[in-house]
Structure formats: structure tokens, C-alpha cells
């Protein structure tokens, strides 16, 4: 008999994090992706930049996915209660923002104010 292995519990959430399409091209504080003003299309290569301190960029290949390819999936596979995040830092409180500036030593915020830089799904299967 084929054994099954699971990787999520029954019922359990399950959280997908990824760069938002709808800020492709925006310069953020620490990153980039994808070309300013280009559209891509789903599926397209894209490059990300990754901005490291007193280093070059590092520049990852990925894909250019829309959110509504990320939710058919999630539903074609069975998850349910799908959820689409896509927050900024005006969603964090004051105090938290600077909780994590001081432990992270860092402030030089961007574009995350106004855009969001990723957008999440929390599913449950």
C-alpha cells in the first residue's frame, strides 16, 4: 500500500507570502522587482533586487504570478476560507513599527508606506 505523508494537520492554516504583482517595478527600501513600468504577464521571468547593505544587489529570477492565479490554485487543490492580505506599514501599530526599527536597526522605510510590497493568502485545508 502507498503510504500518504502530510505535510499540514487537518484543518490547519496554511500561509503563502510572496511579492506583490501590483507593485512590480516600485523601489522599495530593500528590494525591488521587476522592471519600473513594464507589465508582465503571467507566467513572464522577472528579476528581483535585493538591496544588501555595503553590498551589491542580489538579483534573484522568479516568475510574474497574478493574485488570481494564487487563489484558482489554493481552491483547485482542495483549501478553503482563502484569505488575501496585502498590508503596509500604515496597517502596523506605532508602537510595534518602532519596536521592530530598534531591534532590527533600521528606519529607512519607502514605498511600504503606500504600497504594499508583498501580498499573503492564509488558507485552511
Known amino acids: 500500500m502507498k503510504e500518504i505523508y502530510r505535510v499540514l ?32 504577464i503571467s507566467g513572464e521571468a522577472r528579476q528581483e533586487w535585493l538591496h544588501i547593505e555595503n553590498q551589491e544587489d542580489l538579483i534573484l529570477h522568479d516568475f510574474h504570478w497574478p493574485k488570481s492565479m494564487y ?29 521592530i526599527e530598534q ?5 529607512q522605510w519607502t514605498q511600504e508606506w503606500d504600497y504594499p510590497p508583498f501580498v499573503l493568502y492564509r488558507s485552511v485545508k
Do not use: M, W
Not at 490554485?73 to 502596523?92: A, C, H, N, S
Open 9 to 40: 494537520k487537518p484543518d490547519s492554516p496554511f500561509v503563502i507570502l510572496d511579492t506583490n504583482p501590483d507593485s512590480t517595478g516600485i523601489e522599495f527600501s530593500t528590494f525591488r522587482n521587476g522592471i519600473p513600468g513594464k507589465k508582465y
Open 71 to 99: 487563489q484558482e490554485v489554493l481552491k483547485e487543490i482542495g483549501f478553503r476560507d482563502i484569505e488575501q492580505l496585502e498590508p503596509t506599514l500604515r496597517d502596523i501599530p506605532y508602537e510595534e513599527l518602532k519596536r
Open 103 to 107: 531591534e532590527h536597526k533600521f528606519s
